[in-house]
């Protein structure tokens, strides 16, 4: 089972564009308090769409909290990794991974951090930013988790069912 793990997310359309792609890939999200808004935010359904209500999620008081109740791989999104999230092997489908992304502000606690370092990881860029977009960010760590995974049980076509849908051969009709 693959997890996406927000500690203290600050800003409700990062966390409305996450929880999208959550639903999206049948992943599991854990929000790890404090929250910068409230779940009942308009911004954040409006980011999340009409897909909220299909979403498995958990809200926890901390990260003791988060750790206590959550057992399995822990890959750290930082800043300061020195290896690059497509170094690592995800590919055991039975294993437990848990992407732990920081708040947009601070990212996650050095404290944190220092416990695990040969699993803090960072997605390559230039040296003219900082960092990317916290939804962004999830989206890439997860689909080379789902890649390496061979994208599990997700659509690989248009499926012909569904609202919205147009069908697998829409582009051929």
């Known amino acids: 089972m693959i997890h996406i793990v927000l500690y203290e997310p600050e800003i409700p359309e990062n966390t409305g564009n996450i929880m999208r792609t959550c639903v999206a890939t049948g992943t599991k999200l854990h929000l790890i308090g404090p929250l910068g808004f409230s779940l009942s935010s308009n911004h954040l ?95 890439v760590a997860l689909y080379e988790v789902l890649r390496q995974q061979d994208y599990l049980d997700l659509f690989r076509e248009e499926p012909d069912v569904g609202e919205g849908h147009k069908g697998k051969d829409y582009l051929e009709n």
């Open 45 to 139: 359904k409006r980011s999340g769409v009409n897909y909220i209500d299909k979403l498995w999620y958990k809200v926890y008081d901390d990260f003791e909290d988060f750790k206590n109740q959550n057992k399995g791989t822990y890959y750290y999104f930082t800043r300061y990794g020195k290896k690059p999230h497509s170094s690592f092997d995800f590919s055991n489908k039975e294993e437990e991974i848990y992407l732990i992304f920081g708040k947009e502000s601070t990212g996650i606690p050095k404290e944190i951090l220092k416990e695990d370092l040969d699993h803090c990881v960072r997605i390559p860029m230039s040296e003219d930013v900082r960092a990317l977009n916290l939804s962004n960010c999830c989206a």
